[in-house]
């Protein structure tokens, strides 16, 4: 008797798109085999891991079982760069992965068919004239009405699209007393709005700690 059980892949829109990050091979996306990525939990449903690292995603294709309850774990280790930037276009998500750790996606019970992920640069190219940065979920204002704050820009280089920003931004914005940071990557700066004085060198260290470098204001 043959079960026949229905089934979704999910799949690097980079590879299978024939677009291959700097530096990677198909050799380096098959470190990692799809077999090894799907586990299926004692519940019945499955966990699905890839490993995102600074040039590639691996596996690059998964198949996986339909109609089931599934978790995508993306993990990182030192991941710098626009790969950070994790997006399922179909299903609206984005996420912006630590450098290192592990991020839980739900996925719900996928129909079968195919699924893509992207990194940000391949899903919002900077200099494409319809493009627009991905939105971001302003946070709480800063407590009180007469808060004064102060603004500095950096020069920062090495960006190549939209998400390399959200990249900046989400980093300064880590900082005690930065109230936000706006990085426009087409003129290659970074404003920052703080409430406290906050040395320039410790927001060029967080633009490098996003994969970037940062110039001071003179």
Request: hydrophobic fraction near 40%.
């Amino acid at each position: 008797m043959v079960l026949l059980v229905a089934v979704w892949t999910l799949g690097s829109g980079l590879r299978l798109g024939g677009w291959w990050p700097t530096a990677s091979t198909p050799a380096v996306a098959a470190e990692a085999t799809a077999a090894q990525a799907v586990v299926t939990n004692p519940d019945g449903s499955q966990t699905i891991t890839i490993q995102a690292r600074t040039t590639s995603y691996t596996p690059a294709a998964i198949t996986a079982t339909a109609g089931v309850p599934t978790a995508l774990v993306v993990a990182t280790s030192n991941t710098d760069g626009c790969i950070r930037a994790f997006v399922i276009a179909d299903l609206g998500i984005q996420k912006i992965l630590p450098t290192t750790g592990k991020t839980t996606i739900d996925l719900g019970n996928h129909k079968p068919g195919r699924l893509d992920y992207t990194c940000g640069w391949a899903c919002t190219p900077a200099r494409s004239p319809s493009s627009s940065p991905p939105s971001r979920v302003p946070g709480p204002p800063p407590p009180g009405d007469d808060l004064v704050t102060t603004r500095m820009e950096f020069a920062v280089t090495g960006m190549h699209c939209n998400s390399c920003g959200l990249l900046i931004d989400d980093e300064i914005e880590e900082l005690p007393g930065v109230t936000s940071s706006t990085t426009d990557v087409r003129k290659e700066r970074a404003v920052v709005e703080l409430t406290d004085t906050i040395p320039a060198e410790r927001i060029v260290a967080a633009i490098a700690e996003a994969g970037y470098s940062g110039t001071p204001p003179a």
